[in-house]
């Protein structure tokens, strides 16, 4: 009984907290084309500099960046955000991942992306590149995507729509509280 109370808990509390099952999208061809033209030289200069590549993500749903901002709040990863509004909705950024991967290695990274005009998150995200132009705003970027018409079909950014599903700091705080609770309740 212990254990059964225990895991029906611990699911919604999961589902509270974890992303949702979203889709990654990683093909070059969702980024805008400036963002596009700078992140295959730059990956170009990183194979020329013996590295292997794996593009990670490019263009991300906004529901995918609620998952990933709601899952960052609990539980913060490599694979999470801190923001609600990203480039990635643009068209604007990658992730890219590199092997080998040790400190040298990345620094080397972050060397060859600046060459190629693109600006990095780190020493916060690594693998993160991203082209903003000069004076581009996060709204009218959202709205420059949707007009090019290059998100996966029917997945286009609705422009001013900022989606809210995330869990707050407080319902995670109470989630958190809610979980220890039970523990001690039932260890007496």
């Known amino acids: 009984m212990f254990l059964r109370l225990l895991a029906s808990q611990a699911r919604r509390l999961a589902a509270k907290v974890m992303p949702a099952r979203t889709v990654v999208y990683n093909r070059l061809e969702y980024l805008t084309p400036d963002t596009r033209d700078r992140v295959t030289r ?97 709204d009218d970027a959202i709205t420059e995507y949707a007009a090019l018409n290059l998100a996966p079909a029917g997945n286009a950014p609705r422009p001013g729509v900022l989606a809210t599903a995330a869990l707050s700091p407080g319902e995670a705080m109470a989630a958190v509280l809610t979980a220890f609770q039970l523990l001690r309740t039932f260890r007496g």
């Not at 609620?66 to 609600?84: G, I, N, Q, V, W």
């Not at 990658?94 to 991967?101: F, S």
């Not at 190629?116 to 991203?130: D, I, K, N, S, Y």
């Open 42 to 138: 730059f990956l170009a200069l990183l194979k020329d500099a013996g590295y292997q590549t794996r593009i990670v993500e490019t263009f991300r749903t906004q529901a995918r960046q609620d998952a990933l901002y709601k899952a960052s709040t609990m539980t913060p990863s490599r694979a999470s955000t801190h923001r609600r509004a990203s480039w990635h909705t643009a068209g604007r950024a990658a992730d890219i991942d590199i092997t080998p991967a040790a400190t040298a290695d990345w620094q080397k990274f972050l060397s060859l992306a600046h060459s190629c005009g693109l600006a990095t998150l780190e020493p916060f995200e690594f693998h993160h590149v991203q082209f903003i132009p000069a004076g581009l705003h996060y």
